[in-house]
Nanobody, 123 residues
Framework: QVQLVESGGGLVQAGGSLRLSCAAS????????MGWFRQAPGKEREFVAA????????YYADSVKGRFTISRDNAKNTVYLQMNSLKTEDTAVYYC????????????????WGQGTQVTVSS
């Protein structure tokens, strides 16, 4: 099993940047594919980005492509989401998730979730 704790959320003006981190417990972090999802008020949770366990393949939602970058440091058991050129519509609670089997944009493929971190982008 793996426990996930997100950090780095906050309030930022449109056009600004934030870097989210997700720290994982356990010694098998490198066995998991990792993803970031977000959920805005009144909306369903949506996929943001995913990275394979080796870090060699990345996958982004069209809405964040070119603005967000997912990365991981397996030595530090941490996955990151660098968010640039933030827009008000990026406001949401951001969750990291881990999957032992699937590298995908489907939330149902991820068996482990963090508690989320709030990102608020003001105009």
């Amino acid at each position: 099993q793996v426990q996930l704790v997100e950090s780095g959320g906050g309030l930022v003006q449109a056009g600004g940047s934030l870097r989210l981190s997700c720290a994982a417990s356990g010694r098998t972090f490198s066995s998991y594919h990792m993803g970031w999802f977000r959920q805005a008020p009144g909306k369903e949770r949506e996929f943001v980005a995913a990275i394979r366990r080796s870090g060699d393949r990345l996958y982004y939602a069209d809405s964040v492509k070119g603005r967000f970058t997912i990365s991981r440091d397996n030595a530090k058991n941490t996955v990151y989401l660098q968010m640039n050129s933030l827009k008000t519509e990026d406001t949401a609670v951001y969750y990291c998730a881990a999957s032992i089997a699937y590298w995908s944009g489907r939330s149902g493929d991820y068996g482990y979730w963090g508690q989320g971190t709030q990102v608020t982008v003001s105009s």
